[in-house]
């Protein structure tokens, strides 16, 4: 029986790809769009592995890696956080000049302040980043490396 892959992204788009590339390599691809029906897919389908949006409606990425490692059902399912983020505010940040005050530095510095915590500190965290956009062979290497084929 394959191994089950739970997708949570709100652009249809990387699903899609996603779903695709996980099942050319013998991978049962599940999805959701956000994390409020991502922790009901969870819930559902049991999966073998999370892919999870760091951006996404009804319930970020960290919201829902939290609570499914509050969860005894969830806390030792692998998980993979997929991220444009640190790209974004990279390229905000070199948009938006020497001005004195940028649109959204707070979120931009909470984000990054997150993020980095979430990769370097902490008891639990993520098994791995992978940013946006992804390379499929990464994608699939690193589930493989977690869970096996």
Same mark, same amino acid.
């Given at each position: 029986?394959?191994?089950? +892959? #739970?997708?949570?992204?709100?652009?249809?788009?990387?699903?899609? @790809? %996603?779903? +695709? *590339? %996980?099942?050319?390599?013998?991978? =049962?691809?599940?999805?959701?769009?956000?994390? &409020?029906?991502?922790?009901? /897919?969870?819930?559902?389908?049991?999966?073998?592995?999370?892919?999870?949006?760091?951006?996404?409606?009804?319930?970020?990425? @960290?919201?829902? @890696?939290? =609570? %499914?490692?509050?969860?005894?059902?969830? &806390?030792?399912?692998? !998980? !993979?956080? %997929?991220? *444009?983020? $640190?790209?974004? #505010?990279?390229? =905000?940040? $070199?948009? $938006?000049?020497?001005?004195?005050?940028?649109?959204?530095? *707070?979120?931009?510095?909470?984000?990054?302040?997150?993020? *980095?915590?979430?990769?370097?500190?902490?008891?639990?965290?993520?098994?791995?980043?992978?940013? /946006?956009?992804?390379?499929?062979?990464?994608? +699939?290497? &690193?589930?493989?490396? #977690?869970?096996?084929?």
């Amino acid at each position: 029986m394959s191994k089950k +892959v #739970l997708i949570v992204d709100d652009d249809p788009a990387i699903v899609r @790809f %996603l779903t +695709v *590339a %996980l099942t050319e390599n013998g991978y =049962q691809a599940v999805s959701a769009s956000d994390g &409020k029906e991502g922790f009901e /897919k969870a819930e559902k389908e049991r999966p073998d592995l999370l892919l999870l949006d760091v951006m996404m409606p009804r319930r970020t990425g @960290f919201t829902l @890696f939290k =609570q %499914l490692r509050r969860d005894e059902r969830f &806390k030792d399912v692998p !998980i !993979i956080m %997929l991220t *444009a983020v $640190s790209s974004v #505010l990279e390229e =905000q940040d $070199s948009l $938006s000049g020497d001005t004195m005050e940028r649109p959204y530095d *707070a979120l931009r510095e909470s984000l990054r302040k997150t993020i *980095a915590e979430m990769k370097t500190e902490g008891e639990v965290r993520p098994e791995h980043f992978i940013e /946006k956009p992804v390379d499929p062979e990464q994608v +699939v290497a &690193k589930i493989r490396d #977690l869970i096996g084929s």
